[in-house]
T-cell receptor, first 113, second 113 residues
Framework: DSGVTQTPKHLITATGQRVTLRCSPR?????VYWYQQSLDQGLQFLIQ???????AKGNILERFSAQQFPDLHSELNLSSLELGDSALYFC????????????FGPGTRLTVL | EDQVTQSPEALRLQEGESSSLNCSYT??????LFWYRQDPGKGPEFLFT?????EEKEKERLKATLTKKESFLHITAPKPEDSATYLC??????????????WGLGTSLAVNP
């Protein structure tokens, strides 16, 4: 158990809908990262927050947005969902804002029908 | 361009048959090199962080080594429970978005009893 929690574990929705994925980092970690992993694809970095502020951005679509709250939990919002958005979404956390060991949560499996 | 390449893509071993996985990288500066293990449908599990050439780390049957251009993950006398995908990630130097990790596509390891 990494100490990073993600909810929900599974999410099934329809095209065009909007969903919110939630992540709680390890106790004491200030950085949160979001990744997407499609079937047979590598990990795609989406976005990083550190202590409430956006720190780095990857290949995140404009339909996707994220935020980190004062209690350090983070939410990833996915809107106007398409079939191709079906994937595993992982949250990771680390202590520092710069490159540091990242600890991953169990993931949320999103299925868009 | 920063790049991480893992080889082989897939590896099948007999129980007890030792082998090595390779992670070669080209980045401008190196903040750290990370090895993770990922089971199907699960979040990556942190294994090792290496920071400088010549550094080695061990954990049970796994040993990670680092040179200026590549890292090896040596698996000694593997067991079926070592079957997983092994991911390598590199943290390049520099400011801004260079803080994000560059991920390899992984080596899928299967250990037959």
């Amino acid at each position: 158990d990494s100490g990073v929690t993600q909810t929900p574990k599974h999410l099934i929705t329809a095209t065009g809908q909007r969903v919110t994925l939630r992540c709680s980092p390890r106790s004491g970690d200030l950085s949160v990262y979001w990744y997407q992993q499609s079937l047979d694809q590598g990990l795609q970095f989406l976005i990083q927050y550190y202590n409430g502020e956006e720190r780095a951005k990857g290949n995140i679509l404009e339909r996707f947005s994220a935020q980190q709250f004062p209690d350090l939990h983070s939410e990833l919002n996915l809107s106007s969902l398409e079939l191709g958005d079906s994937a595993l979404y992982f949250c990771a956390s680390s202590a520092a804002p710069l490159v540091d060991t990242q600890y991953f949560g169990p993931g949320t499996r999103l299925t868009v029908l | 361009e920063d790049q991480v390449t893992q080889s082989p893509e897939a590896l099948r071993l007999q129980e007890g048959e030792s082998s090595s996985l390779n992670c070669s990288y080209t980045v401008s500066g190196l903040r750290g090199l990370f090895w993770y293990r990922q089971d199907p449908g699960k979040g990556p599990e942190f294994l090792f962080t290496l920071y400088s050439a010549g550094e080695e780390k061990e954990k049970e049957r796994l040993k990670a080594t680092l040179t200026k251009k590549e890292s090896f993950l040596h698996i000694t006398a593997p067991k079926p429970e070592d079957s997983a995908t092994y991911l390598c990630a590199v943290g390049p130097g520099g400011a801004g978005n260079n803080r994000k990790l560059i991920w390899g596509l992984g080596t899928s390891l299967a250990v037959n009893p």
